[in-house]
């Protein structure tokens, strides 16, 4: 498994895994406002003009099993974050998500990171318990079914 840098003129296939990716979690959820699976193509298009921003597939044995999404600012001294990351529903349980995060984080550097996920997704909280991230104690509850948690390593 390895990162392959999204193109700009890619980002239409991404942003179409990422709404496939995140669609169980939206008619779950009903999270309009934060869902990735409810993003416009716009708002992808416009990250990838952030020169923070850094797109990857996860791909394995040719194939894009899904994507990460670092913001990395470099020289400002802010925590990197993941936002977000998503493995396609054929391929999950086999390591990828937790593969993917050491190797962003191997690029950009091992320290000072943060991401959120949903509270009520406990094999989301588990995978990045698992690789040091902390629980934040900030919390933010989006609607009556969903509670953001957020996480610092």
Excluded at 52 to 79: L, M
Excluded at 108 to 114: C, E, T, Y
């Amino acid at each position: 498994m390895k990162l392959v840098r999204v193109r700009f003129e890619e980002a239409e296939d991404l942003w179409k895994m990422q709404i496939k990716a995140f669609s169980e979690l939206y008619e779950k959820y009903q999270d309009t406002e934060t869902s990735p699976a409810a993003e416009k193509l716009e708002k992808v298009l416009a990250r990838f003009k952030q020169n923070w921003t850094y797109y990857y597939f996860i791909v394995s044995n040719g194939e894009k099993v899904g994507a990460i999404r670092v913001i990395d600012k470099k020289t400002s001294g802010e925590r990197k974050r993941i936002s977000p990351i998503f493995i396609l529903k054929q391929y999950r349980g086999r390591g990828y998500a937790q593969e993917a995060i050491r190797q962003a984080e191997a690029i950009h550097g091992s320290k000072k990171w943060q991401l959120d996920t949903i509270l009520q997704e406990k094999g989301n909280c588990y995978l990045y318990e698992k690789l040091g991230y902390k629980k934040t104690g900030k919390q933010e509850q989006i609607n009556d079914k969903m509670t953001l948690v957020f996480y610092e390593k």
